[in-house]
């Protein structure tokens, strides 16, 4: 790619502010310029001295539609105040070959996965930045355009109506593209049927920990649930809801961390892991056994067993007598279950 200084435009060049009388001008001087192709064309369509650049109204004479993918939505989106060639790169010869079959021109989906977002690290440094420490970046998993669609309103690749955080399109068709189970989850739970929360309420996708507070000492449930409206605003409260045999333990055993009990992984030491719960409700001890008996795998531990193990035998030390792989008569675990959960 060239430098970011030689693709400055000059003052009221903005491309898409005279996209549409450009247009039309190109319209009309196609043939022409088509005629001219062979030669000269570079001298009219040089900027700074830089050959082989042609501006986006050349680019939307044949990017509207009807012989090439339609763009024009480009003039809402958030780079509407930069050239196509910006960062496709100069775009003369692809004109000069008619386009054809998208030949000569940077494609930046093309470029291998480490190198897919240096393009935006041009302007986006920090994003970028924050980002190459995300499991997205260090497992391959999602690279900026597969998130966004830096020529479309809203700048995501799913259409978004709205801030992104009061938006579940995001939810459902982008992160549910690739995290099926958790968002099959999560569209049952209250926060996404009543709207209050979305993926992006507690993952940031520019953060290392992709958490946008830390979940481990409840921050991440508290900075919603810790206010006087929703009740967890004290450590009595909590608590209260936790029950007295779970006091807040700031040393970290999770027994009154809101995730242990409302986001249990869903899965055992021998069965693969299927991720953490999503629908936030507690998994009753009862209920383990049902799907157990009915043949679901991997079996879904309880809210009481866990991931941490707090309830399940086979753990050494653990206190109430429950094997979520072999499960026994749990009826006092289950009414233990019972006498929680009380809201403050
Ligand atoms: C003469 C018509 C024409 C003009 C002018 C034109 N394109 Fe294209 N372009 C095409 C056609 C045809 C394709 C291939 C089919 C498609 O993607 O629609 C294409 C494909 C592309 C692709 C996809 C490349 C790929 O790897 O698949 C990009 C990116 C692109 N054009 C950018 C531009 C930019 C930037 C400009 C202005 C500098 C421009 N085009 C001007 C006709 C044109
Ligand atoms: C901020 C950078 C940026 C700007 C400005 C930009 N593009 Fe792109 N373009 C991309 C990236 C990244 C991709 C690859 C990912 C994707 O398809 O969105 C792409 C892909 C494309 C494609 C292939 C899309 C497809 O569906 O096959 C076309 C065609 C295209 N751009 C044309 C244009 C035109 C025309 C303009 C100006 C009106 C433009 N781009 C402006 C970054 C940009
Ligand atoms: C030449 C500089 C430049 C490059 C390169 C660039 N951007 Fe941007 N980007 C901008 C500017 C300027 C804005 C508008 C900022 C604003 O409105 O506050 C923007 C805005 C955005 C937004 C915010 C959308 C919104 O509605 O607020 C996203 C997302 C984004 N860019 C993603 C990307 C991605 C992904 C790439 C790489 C494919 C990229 N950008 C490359 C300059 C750039
Ligand atoms: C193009 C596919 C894709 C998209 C889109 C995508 N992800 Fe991911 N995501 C992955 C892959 C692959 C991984 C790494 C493997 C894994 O843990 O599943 C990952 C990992 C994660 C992780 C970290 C898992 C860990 O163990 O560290 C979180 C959290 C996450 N994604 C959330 C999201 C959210 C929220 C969205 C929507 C804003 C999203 N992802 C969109 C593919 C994607
Ligand atoms: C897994 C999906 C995903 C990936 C990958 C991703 N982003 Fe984002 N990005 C988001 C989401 C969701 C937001 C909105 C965050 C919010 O508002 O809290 C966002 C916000 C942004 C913003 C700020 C937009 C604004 O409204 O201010 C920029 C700029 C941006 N991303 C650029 C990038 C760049 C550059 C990359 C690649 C290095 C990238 N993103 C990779 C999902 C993603
Ligand atoms: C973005 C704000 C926000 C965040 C972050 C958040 N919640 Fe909520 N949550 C709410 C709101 C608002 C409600 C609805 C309360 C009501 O209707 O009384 C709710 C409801 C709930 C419910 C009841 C839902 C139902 O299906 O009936 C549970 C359980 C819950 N949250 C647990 C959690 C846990 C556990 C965390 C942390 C992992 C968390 N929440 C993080 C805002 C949030
Ligand atoms: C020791 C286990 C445990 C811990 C720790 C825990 N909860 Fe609960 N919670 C329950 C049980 C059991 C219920 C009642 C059954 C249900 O709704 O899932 C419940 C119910 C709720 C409800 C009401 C759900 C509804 O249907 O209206 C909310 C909201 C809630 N918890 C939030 C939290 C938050 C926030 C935290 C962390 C501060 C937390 N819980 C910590 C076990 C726990
Ligand atoms: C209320 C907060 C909250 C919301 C909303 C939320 N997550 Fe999570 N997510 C978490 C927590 C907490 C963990 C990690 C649990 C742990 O490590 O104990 C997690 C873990 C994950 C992981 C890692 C694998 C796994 O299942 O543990 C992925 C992927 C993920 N979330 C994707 C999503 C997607 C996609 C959405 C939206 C459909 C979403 N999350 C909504 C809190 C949330």
Known sequence: MVSLFCRKRGKGGSAHSRAGTRIWVFIVMAPVLMLLAGGGVDGCFSRNGQVGYVGTSTCMGCHDGRSATDMRHFVEGPHNRISCETCHGPGY???????????LIDNPAKLPFAQSANLCSQCHGSYVENYRKTTHATAEGASCHDCHDTHRKGGFRVETSGPPHADMNIAKNLCGQCHASQTEQFLTSGHAQIGVATCISCHDMHQETMFTANPVDNSLCLQCHGSSFLGFNSQANIDFHTGDFHPVDP?????SRCITCHMPALAQADQPFAGFDHSMMTIPPALTNELMASGVIPVPPNSCAGIAGCHDSNVPGSG???DVNNPVDNSFLQEVYEAIGELP
Do not use: K, M, N, T
């Open 93 to 103: 010869q692809h004109v000069r070959a008619g386009g054809r079959g998208g030949i």
């Open 251 to 255: 040393a970290g055993s999770g027994a």
């Open 320 to 322: 109430l007598p429950f």
